[in-house]
């Protein structure tokens, strides 16, 4: 409840956000070049801050019954690495974008591609600061501290504020300098909060691999990232299929997923983010059991919710985005265009609302190798099915192989999860 709360705080402000942008540029070469630059130059530390946090938050559960001198040198180790890892990868960003930009850049005009050159002075150093607050919410997150999915909402709301103290400007800027203070201010405050709830200052950042935590950690994390790249690379992929449909194409995916993203954040993204520090709780106390059977009723429940919110949303997609949308530079053909997208987006909350807290389940049992091969399982459908799909449908094409994806993933994991308590029954007895 707690989760959902700051959620919707956060969302709300999300939402006002895309009202702002919506109406200062439309759907346009700008967008486009935000919604492409946003997703291609944060998938890596996006990628990394999923695959780390799923086996981090239990390793920082168990840490919390470590000693003191324990805890501090595994948090300063962790932190120092952080930011070495998260300085080379801004610089890799920064000089090797122009590349990146002329491989994945498909159809994209000629001032979309100038804008992003212009876009990535603030996504380059936000690489750095993404890794920096996706380890401050683990350690957040392993205390059951979920004041991180408010501060969510920081970059949202300076991009809005840097929207408002600009009348009339249409150039990159605004978002540029909204972006990067967004995210450099939610890193500040996240490293305060993270600092507190780990029980004062542990002293600054210093790499190493001396805390005992790390050798199961990284032979963790290293089968974790081969999932987490394939299903995290969905996104880039998205982003060059629409590319290659033409102008716009982007702009108009953008707003349809960022619209997604908010049904997902209030609902799903509550209990998912809530349920891992709890399931691995129940794990570390002996109570399996206990867990597999809290995840399930859990994961029906949340089908069902997902059902209920396709029908609501077939019907009030087209005047949600207009009520939202409709203004200024963007036009009721517009509307439709993304309300249609947005329709054969909304069929993929069943499956994603509902296998959401059987990955958690997963987690907490530290069984990352079947979830990498589900992951990788996962992303070869949506691969094929967008190059079969977005051709014929266009945008709304890429949608529906979103959802076919996570219908997939929903399966695997329903029937992952009952083949394994199945198994432990079984040699129990």
């Not at 159809?107 to 690489?127: C, D, G, M, R």
């Not at 987490?228 to 707003?255: E, H, I, K, R, W």
């Not at 509550?270 to 399930?296: H, I, W």
Request: hydrophobic share 55%.
């Amino acid at each position: 409840m707690r989760v959902a709360f700051f959620l919707l705080i956060g969302k709300m402000a999300g939402a006002i956000k895309e009202i702002a942008v919506a109406h200062r540029y439309g759907v346009s070469d700008i967008v486009d070049a935000y919604q492409f630059t946003l997703t291609m130059a944060n998938w890596l530390p996006v990628t990394m801050v999923g695959a780390f946090s799923i086996v981090l938050i239990p390793a920082l559960v168990k840490a919390r019954y470590a000693g003191q001198h324990e805890r501090s040198r595994f948090i300063r180790e962790l932190q120092g690495w952080i930011v070495v890892l998260g300085v080379l990868l801004s610089i890799a960003t920064y000089f090797f974008w122009p590349q990146v930009l002329q491989y994945t850049g498909g159809n994209l005009s000629a001032q979309t591609k100038q804008a992003s050159l212009e876009l990535i002075h603030a996504f380059a150093p936000a690489v750095l600061l993404t890794l920096i607050i996706g380890v401050c919410t683990s350690r957040l997150r392993a205390h059951e501290r979920h004041i991180n999915n408010l501060l969510d909402s920081i970059p949202a709301l300076m991009i809005l504020a840097a929207i408002l103290v600009t009348p009339g400007n249409v150039s990159v800027y605004p978002l540029l300098w909204g972006t990067l203070l967004g995210y450099l201010i939610q890193a500040v405050w996240l490293s305060a909060l993270a600092r507190k709830a780990d029980g004062g200052n542990w002293g600054w950042p210093k790499p190493g691999l001396q805390s005992p935590q790390w050798p199961m950690l990284l032979n963790a994390a290293g089968i974790m990232l081969v999932g987490q790249v394939a299903m995290s690379f969905v996104g880039p992929l998205d982003q060059m299929a629409a590319a290659s449909l033409g102008s716009n194409a982007n702009a108009t995916l953008g707003y349809a997923t960022r619209l997604l993203s908010l049904l997902i954040g209030i609902g799903a993204a509550s209990v998912g983010r809530a349920a891992l520090p709890v399931l691995a709780d129940v794990q570390s106390r002996g109570n399996p059991a206990q867990a597999r059977s809290m995840a399930l009723k859990w994961s029906a429940l949340m089908l069902m919710m997902g059902t209920a919110a396709v029908l609501f949303g077939w019907f009030l997609a087209p005047w949600l985005v207009k009520l939202l949308f409709e203004n200024g530079a963007f036009t009721a053909e517009d509307t439709l265009k993304v309300a249609s997208v947005l329709r054969w987006g909304l069929l993929q909350l069943p499956f994603y609302f509902g296998v959401l807290i059987l990955v958690q389940l997963m987690a907490s049992q530290n069984r990352y190798k079947l979830m990498a091969i589900i992951a990788i399982g996962n992303f070869s459908l949506k691969a094929c099915m967008n190059v079969i799909l977005a051709p014929i449908m266009g945008a709304e094409g890429i949608m529906l192989a979103t959802s076919l994806m996570y219908l997939l993933s929903y399966l695997c994991y329903f029937f992952a999860v009952l083949k394994y308590g199945a198994t432990k029954k079984t040699s129990s007895a």
